[in-house]
C-alpha cells in the first residue's frame, strides 16, 4: 500500500516535517534535491538526479519525455529516492512506493509552481507515492564508533 504526500504528513507530522527539510536542503524556496532510482527492463538498477518537489499534499517529479527513467516509471512504477547528502551530518532521507503517471492539465500546472526548474512542454508529471520512509541520524558522525540510529514509518 502507498499513500499520498499529505496523508503521511498527517500521520507523522514531524517525520514529515524533517523529511521536507532533508529534501530541499538550501531551504523551501530552493529547489527539492535528491536521487532517483529506477528498474530498467533488465531488472537492473538505474539512479538519476532529480529536484522533487512538495505540493498540495503531493511529492512530485517531472521528468524528461525521451529519459530512460521515465520509461521506467511508466512500465514499472517502482522507485527509490534518496534526498541529497547533508553536507555535515550525514543526516539522511530515503523513500520508496510507487510513481503514477498525472496527465490531468490542472494539477500539473499547479505541481510546476513547487519545483525551481522550468518545466518543458514534453516532461512528464510523476507523484511519488510512499510505501516506506526511512530516516537516519548519527551518533559520533564521522568518528570511530559511528553509529546510525534509524527512524522507519511505513502505512
Not at 527513467?69 to 512504477?77: I, P, Q, S
Not at 519545483?115 to 512542454?121: A, F, R, S
Request: hydrophobic share 35%; with cysteine.
Amino acid at each position: 500500500m502507498a499513500i499520498g504526500w499529505g496523508e503521511f504528513e498527517a500521520r507523522e507530522p514531524e517525520l514529515a516535517a524533517t523529511s521536507r527539510r532533508l529534501l530541499y536542503p538550501i531551504g523551501p524556496k530552493g529547489p527539492g534535491l535528491g536521487f532517483l532510482a529506477t528498474t530498467r527492463a533488465d531488472g537492473g538498477p538505474r539512479v538519476h538526479p532529480v529536484c522533487p518537489g512538495l505540493h498540495a499534499g503531493g511529492l512530485y517529479v517531472f521528468v524528461t519525455g525521451g529519459s530512460p527513467k521515465r520509461f521506467d516509471l511508466e512500465r514499472d512504477g517502482r522507485y527509490a529516492l534518496h534526498a541529497y547528502p547533508a553536507e555535515k551530518d550525514d543526516e539522511s532521507f530515503y523513500c520508496i512506493g510507487r510513481a503514477l503517471v498525472v496527465a490531468e492539465p490542472a494539477r500539473r500546472k499547479a505541481a510546476e509552481s513547487a519545483v525551481t526548474h522550468h518545466v518543458k512542454p514534453e516532461d512528464v508529471l510523476f507523484e511519488l507515492r510512499l510505501a516506506r520512509v526511512l530516516h537516519t541520524i548519527w551518533r559520533n558522525p564521522r568518528q570511530p564508533g559511528t553509529q546510525p540510529v534509524y527512524h522507519r514509518w511505513q502505512p
